[in-house]
């Protein structure tokens, strides 16, 4: 089992490494529910590279675009949606294999697999 341990900071709760911590206040740093959305995008992003490698597929990766929603009907505003958009140049001719290969991304990726099934997630790429 890894162990994470967060320490108390000026501005709130961090999570220590050498060369500076991680604030996670979204006034200081990157909220929890920031953080965990970029997790889901950063862990959907290699597998989606592992994916394309695996389907020989040549590319050229660029980045991640998330954006979610929350609930705000529910208690605590849980993520309702989180769509993940991976930027990357693919030539025409493997484009079909690349947006198939999109359907294994939330299969494979232990971070989405940990989220609540009730969470609406997309993945789309952007052909750039």
């Known amino acids: 089992m890894e162990e994470l341990h967060l320490v108390q900071g000026e501005h709130g709760m961090e999570l220590p490494r050498e060369e500076e911590n991680w604030v996670l206040l979204r006034q200081y740093g990157y909220s929890p529910v920031q953080s965990l959305a970029a997790a889901a995008g950063a862990c959907g992003a290699y597998v989606y590279q592992d994916i394309l490698k695996n389907s020989k597929v040549p590319y050229v990766f660029h980045g991640v675009d998330i954006s ?61």
């Open 68 to 128: 979610y929603s929350r609930n705000e009907e529910k208690q605590g505003q849980p993520l309702k949606e989180l769509t993940i958009q991976f930027k990357v140049t693919i030539e025409e001719e493997f484009r079909g294999r690349a947006e198939r290969g999109l359907r294994l991304v939330s299969r494979y990726c232990p971070v989405i697999q940990s989220l609540d099934p009730d969470i609406t997630i997309t993945e789309t790429v952007l052909f750039v």
